[in-house]
């Protein structure tokens, strides 16, 4: 490679702003992929999408650029996973990594799961499990887990709005679910509710997540392959914008004066812009020239459309 395409290559990276979605690879943390792909794209300004724990792999949006102020608003999307279990034994962790700390002799057939899944899906309460990133008094489970300290956990409400047994083997009691469910949701805990409920324990035994934020694994990247086209300048391919995470909201298109006022700052009057409707209380909003500006807000009473946040470059 030439010093004028090293140069054009280092720039095209420089200037990424958007999304690239990694196929994370099993035995790294979320963090490990973001230290990753900043060592990648010679940036700091990467985020991510979702916390994988190290043993899941599948779908990870990395955000970078103006894009990372998109992290902290991600609409609120289901997500899909691909889990394997495996019943008959419990452990400290709730997958197979952990410790074993109970077997049960109980044999299990495949009509026994096909009855009591409907238990577990709609909105359900779930207690998240003690080696978990969740904070409670300030103090994160898993290192407690780690000291051995067990403590209550508060139960929360997830949804789960389907779960579908894509197979099972009665003789070694292990099989594969797909879950459709809610942000916030612990697929080892469910393993484990369902597990209680049959009498026989639980186990997570592998985990892909395969739909996160609009994007399926099809979308996904492995770091070899981001990795690949960064080195050979072709790094866009792998990003997608900023707005394909606010698909669901309401479009917004203003004129070629309006755009420059919103940009601007100057809140619009809703009844100047067309038909808006009074059902969503956000949009996003796109320039005269097809530009992605930005997600807004809309206050019917006052009949103003105000900026939330944009990600436009200057």
Request: glycine share 8%.
């Given at each position: 490679?030439?010093?004028?395409?090293?140069?054009?290559?280092?720039?095209?990276?420089?200037?990424?702003?958007?999304?690239?979605?990694?196929?994370?690879?099993?035995?790294?943390?979320?963090?490990?992929?973001?230290?990753?792909?900043?060592?990648?794209?010679?940036?700091?300004?990467?985020?991510?999408?979702?916390?994988?724990?190290?043993?899941?792999?599948?779908?990870?949006?990395?955000?970078?650029?103006?894009?990372?102020?998109?992290?902290?608003?991600?609409?609120?999307?289901?997500?899909?996973?691909?889990?394997?279990?495996?019943?008959?034994?419990?452990?400290?962790?709730?997958?197979?990594t952990g410790k074993i700390t109970a077997e049960y002799?109980?044999?299990?057939?495949?009509?026994?799961?096909?009855?009591?899944?409907?238990?577990?899906?709609?909105c359900i309460e779930q207690v998240p499990p003690m080696?978990?990133?969740?904070?409670?008094?300030?103090?994160?489970?898993?290192?407690?887990?780690?000291?051995?300290?067990?403590?209550?956990?508060?139960?929360?409400?997830?949804?789960?709005?389907?779960?579908?047994?894509?197979?099972?083997?009665?003789?070694?009691?292990?099989?594969?679910?797909?879950?459709?469910?809610?942000?916030?949701?612990?697929?080892?805990?469910?393993?484990?509710?369902?597990?209680?409920?049959?009498?026989?324990?639980?186990?997570?035994?592998?985990?892909?997540?395969?739909?996160?934020?609009?994007?399926?694994?099809?979308?996904?990247?492995?770091?070899?392959?981001?990795?690949?086209?960064?080195?050979?300048?072709?790094?866009?391919?792998?990003?997608?914008?900023?707005?394909?995470?606010?698909?669901?909201?309401?479009?917004?298109?203003?004129?070629?004066?309006?755009?420059?006022?919103?940009?601007?700052?100057?809140?619009?009057?809703?009844?100047?812009?067309?038909?808006?409707?009074?059902?969503?209380?956000?949009y996003t909003v796109y320039g005269y020239d097809g530009?992605?500006?930005?997600?807004?807000?809309?206050?019917?009473?006052?009949?103003?459309?105000?900026?939330?946040?944009?990600?436009?470059?200057?």
């Open positions: 490679m030439s010093e004028i395409s090293k140069i054009n290559n280092i720039n095209k990276i420089n200037n990424i702003n958007g999304i690239i979605c990694v196929n994370k690879p099993e035995n790294f943390t979320s963090f490990d992929v973001v230290a990753k792909m900043r060592g990648i794209l010679k940036t700091r300004r990467i985020g991510h999408g979702g916390t994988l724990d190290p043993m899941a792999t599948g779908v990870l949006p990395v955000f970078v650029g103006t894009a990372t102020k998109a992290c902290d608003m991600i609409p609120d999307t289901s997500k899909a996973y691909r889990a394997g279990f495996r019943l008959g034994i419990s452990t400290d962790t709730l997958d197979i002799s109980k044999t299990v057939t495949k009509e026994n799961i096909l009855d009591v899944i409907p238990n577990f899906t709609g080696y978990s990133a969740v904070k409670i008094n300030g103090q994160k489970l898993c290192n407690l887990a780690r000291k051995g300290v067990e403590i209550e956990r508060p139960a929360r409400k997830v949804n789960i709005d389907s779960i579908k047994l894509e197979s099972f083997d009665e003789n070694s009691q292990s099989g594969v679910i797909s879950v459709i469910c809610s942000k916030g949701t612990y697929i080892r805990s469910l393993i484990d509710d369902i597990g209680k409920n049959l009498g026989c324990g639980g186990v997570m035994t592998s985990l892909v997540r395969t739909c996160s934020g609009g994007f399926t694994l099809e979308d996904c990247f492995t770091l070899e392959e981001i990795q690949s086209l960064a080195d050979s300048g072709k790094i866009e391919n792998a990003v997608c914008g900023v707005e394909s995470v606010f698909n669901m909201l309401p479009k917004i298109v203003l004129d070629e004066t309006k755009t420059r006022l919103y940009k601007n700052g100057v809140k619009l009057n809703l009844s100047n812009i067309g038909d808006v409707g009074t059902e969503f209380p956000r530009e992605f500006i930005g997600v807004a807000s809309a206050d019917f009473e006052k009949s103003e459309l105000r900026v939330v946040k944009n990600f436009y470059l200057r």
